[in-house]
Every structure is written in C-alpha cells, then in structure tokens.
C-alpha cells in the first residue's frame, strides 16, 4: 500500500465514521428478510429501533402463511413462489407479538412472531 492510498483510506474511513446514525437506518440495509413455514417464522424474533422504518421480506417455504403483526399495522399474506414485502415504523417502543394469520395446519397457532422495538 502506498503512502497515498493509506491517506485516502483513512479519509474515507473518516467520512464514514461523521455519517449521523439516523441517516444510517433508514437505508436499505433495513430489510429483514423472514421464512415462514409449517410450523414457524425464522427468524422468530427481530429487534429494531424505535421510528426506524423496517421493511420485512416475507418468504413462504412451503404452504400459504401470512405474518399480522396487529399493534404495528401489519398483515402480510404471502405463499410459496411469491415473495411479499411489508414496511412498517415502530413509533413506540415495547414488545410486538405477531402470528401467522392464515390456517396452515395443526402447528398453526404456534406459528408465533416478536418485535422488539429498542428505544430511540
Ligand atoms: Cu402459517
């Protein structure tokens, strides 16, 4: 590494490092992506910040599920084949339950969801 490329890196280093973190989280790298399948959503859990807005790509593995999260205005239907995005922001903080929606099977309702929502 040349004396100049180690100059310019730690430049760049620098610009990253004066980012405000709220500009940070609200870019794309706020997609979680979620499976649902007989009898489970994985992951199970998410933790995310308070006002971030999330956006969470739902994948069914096998049968047709839904994800409702109803304290946070979600309800998703999604099936195999056919990827479904939904976005919310959690305005306060606390624990969200969520479940899938849609009879899948005997397992159904254990098909259980968490939101953590840290404060901000
Ligand atoms: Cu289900």
Do not use: W, Y
Request: hydrophobic share 40%.
């Amino acid at each position: 590494m040349t004396r100049k490329s180690i100059l310019t890196a730690l430049v760049v280093l620098g610009i990253l490092a004066q980012t405000p973190s709220a500009f940070r989280a609200q870019d794309t790298s706020g997609t979680i992506e979620v499976h649902a399948r007989r009898f489970k959503f994985v992951p199970a859990e998410i933790t995310v910040k308070q006002g971030e807005t999330v956006k969470l790509h739902l994948v069914s593995d096998d049968v047709p599920h839904s994800l409702v999260i109803k304290d946070l205005g979600v309800n998703q239907e999604v099936s195999k084949g056919h990827p479904a995005d939904v976005t919310f922001t959690a305005t306060s903080a606390g624990d969200f339950k969520g479940k899938c929606g849609r009879f899948c099977g005997s397992g159904h309702g254990s098909m259980a969801f968490m939101v953590h929502v840290k404060p901000g």
